[in-house]
C-alpha cells in the first residue's frame, strides 16, 4: 500500500530564511510524487511534481524537492521564504504512474512566515 | 483557459436532507476525481472516473454517497440523507490522459472546493 507522511504539522520560519517541508513515501514500487499549496480560501495548486525524469525537481515560486529513494524521501526546501509563502502544504503520492487514479494526501504542513 | 468550477461555493442545509454538488472540468480532460477535506480526516479521495470506464468508488464513505459523470464532461456528487458529519470541502479535479505525454502522468488540476455546512 503507498503511504505519504509529513513529518511536521506545522512549521514557523522569518522572512527571507530557508524553508524545509519534509516529506517521507511508502510505495511498492516507484511512485509519481506531488507537492501542492493551498493557500487560505483559495483550491489546490501544483507546486512540483517527481515522475522519474530527475530526482531534483523544480516547481513554481522558487520551490524545489528531492526525490531520495534510499531515505524514502521527497523534501520541499526554498531558499528563502517570502510572505507570500504562508499557506498549507500537502506531500502527495499517486499509486501508479502514467496511469489515472486517486492521489494520496499526507496530512498537510502549514508553513508561518514571520516578517 | 477556464479552470475546474465547481457549484455552489458554499452550501448549508440540514440533517437527514439530500444535496447536489456540481463540478465542470476543464474541457478535454478525460479524467474527474471527488475528493473531501475535512478537520479531522484531512483530504481523502472519494470516486474516479476515467473516460468510460466504470468508476472507481472505492473512497465512497457510505451508499449515502454516489456521482454520476454525463457525457463525459459535467459531473455530480449526491449526498443523501445528510448527517453532521458530511460537513467537510468537497474538491473536484480533473486530469488529462494525453498517449505518452509527460505532463500527463497523473497531475490533477483542483477546482476551488464546494463548502457544505450540514446543521
Known amino acids: 500500500a503507498q503511504s505519504v507522511t509529513q513529518l511536521d504539522s506545522h512549521v514557523s520560519v522569518s522572512e527571507g530564511t530557508p524553508v524545509l517541508l519534509r516529506c517521507n513515501y511508502s510505495?511498492?514500487?516507484?511512485?509519481?510524487l506531488f507537492w501542492y499549496v493551498q493557500h487560505p480560501n483559495k483550491g489546490l495548486q501544483l507546486l512540483l511534481k517527481?515522475?522519474?525524469?530527475?530526482?531534483l525537481v523544480k516547481g513554481i515560486n522558487g520551490f524545489e524537492a528531492e526525490f531520495k529513494k534510499s531515505e524514502t524521501s521527497f523534501h520541499l526546501t526554498k531558499p528563502s521564504a517570502h510572505m507570500s509563502d504562508a499557506a498549507e502544504y500537502f506531500c502527495?503520492?499517486?499509486?501508479?504512474?502514467?496511469?489515472?487514479?486517486?492521489?494520496?494526501f499526507g496530512q498537510g504542513t502549514e508553513l508561518s512566515v514571520k516578517p | 483557459g477556464a479552470g475546474v468550477s465547481q457549484s455552489p461555493s458554499n452550501k448549508v442545509t440540514e440533517k437527514g436532507k439530500d444535496v447536489e454538488l456540481r463540478c465542470d472540468p476543464i474541457?478535454?480532460?478525460?479524467?474527474l476525481y471527488w475528493y473531501r477535506q475535512s478537520l479531522g480526516q484531512g483530504l481523502e479521495f472519494l470516486i474516479y472516473?476515467?473516460?468510460?470506464?466504470?468508476?472507481?468508488k472505492s473512497g465512497l464513505p457510505s451508499d449515502r454517497f454516489s456521482a454520476e459523470r454525463t457525457g463525459g464532461s459535467v459531473s455530480t456528487l449526491t449526498i443523501q440523507r445528510t448527517q453532521q458529519e458530511d460537513s467537510a470541502v468537497y474538491l473536484c479535479?480533473?486530469?488529462?490522459?494525453?498517449?505518452?505525454?509527460?505532463?500527463?502522468?497523473?497531475?490533477?488540476?483542483f477546482g476551488p472546493g464546494t463548502r457544505l455546512t450540514v446543521l
Open positions: 510505495s511498492s514500487y516507484s511512485p509519481s
Open positions: 502527495v503520492v499517486s499509486p501508479s504512474r502514467n496511469q489515472g487514479g486517486k492521489l494520496i
Open positions: 472516473f476515467q473516460g468510460n470506464s466504470a468508476p472507481d
Open positions: 474541457s478535454g480532460h478525460t479524467a
Open positions: 517527481y515522475t522519474s525524469a530527475a530526482t
Open positions: 479535479a480533473s486530469s488529462p490522459r494525453g498517449q505518452g505525454s509527460y505532463i500527463s502522468y497523473n497531475e490533477q488540476f
